[in-house]
């Protein structure tokens, strides 16, 4: 049998303070010996290449011009509505939508009971997603706390267990909306949605602080690469669901 995969971090470092990772330590050991480890990283950012630049990312306040864009984008005589939408049988809030655009607050979307499979289905639903008031992320971590029983391992990025069970955790206070943050960024992205959002501060200083510097670091390259013709006009035609 021959494995080929890649992955974001070395072997040593996988499923870094995951939950009971001890578990996992194993098949780390066996990947480091049966695998021959190649590491592909350089100093250029091909989603950053020759890049025809089309704005989709404003400073706060900018609805007016994210709802001049929805109006562009919108079919001609498509009706619009500000009924909820249902995605996973849950409603969710929006400012508007009509069959191809759909516009959120960013509270509605990113922070709640989300999930990677909620932005799957928004991703295969819609062509086009507005996101008003993203905030700044991440932030400065938390002290240590102990905890037991915690069982949700997106509550922070990082923990490590004393000799009584305990668990010592340490996270910023907007870690979690800046995960599913990132987990909505990586859907749209994967199905070459459009994603069009006002945001408090610059993408470069969006987040600046906190436990998810390393994996926000990818959706900011793709944030970037979403602000070009190129990567708009490949945005796929589906087939969209009532």
């Given at each position: 049998?021959?494995?080929?995969?890649?992955?974001?971090?070395?072997?040593?470092?996988?499923?870094?303070?995951?939950?009971?990772?001890?578990?996992f330590e194993p098949a780390i050991l066996l990947l480091?010996?049966?695998?021959?480890?190649?590491?592909m990283d350089g100093d250029t950012d091909h989603r950053l290449r020759q890049l025809t630049?089309?704005?989709?990312y404003f400073i706060h306040p900018a609805d007016s011009a994210l709802g001049d864009m929805f109006d562009v984008l919108s079919p001609a005589c498509d009706q619009k509505t500000t009924c909820p939408v249902s995605i996973m049988n849950r409603t969710i809030p929006v400012i508007k939508r009509n069959r191809t655009c759909i516009w959120f607050e960013f509270d509605?979307?990113?922070?709640?009971?989300?999930?990677?499979l909620d932005y799957i289905e928004l991703a295969s639903r819609f062509e086009h997603v507005f996101l008003s008031n993203v905030p700044v992320l991440g932030g400065q971590t938390q002290e240590w706390i102990k905890t037991r029983g915690v069982e949700d391992g997106n509550i922070g990025a990082g923990y490590e267990t004393t000799s009584t069970g305990a668990r010592k955790m340490q996270y910023a206070r907007m870690d979690d909306p800046a995960r599913?943050?990132?987990?909505?960024?990586?859907?749209?992205?994967?199905?070459?949605?459009?994603?069009?959002?006002?945001?408090?501060?610059?993408?470069e200083h969006l987040y600046s602080q906190g436990s998810l510097e390393f994996e926000f670091n990818r959706t900011r390259s793709r944030l970037t690469e979403m602000q070009s013709v190129e990567y708009q006009n490949q945005a796929p035609v589906r087939e969209i669901r009532s």
């Open positions: 049998m021959i494995f080929v995969a890649t992955s974001n971090t070395p072997p040593q470092a996988l499923y870094k303070d995951g939950l009971q990772r001890q578990r480091q010996q049966h695998l021959n480890i190649l590491h630049f089309r704005n989709n509605q979307l990113c922070d709640g009971p989300r999930s990677q599913r943050f990132i987990s909505l960024v990586d859907e749209l992205y994967d199905q070459r949605v459009n994603l069009f959002l006002s945001a408090a501060q610059p993408l």
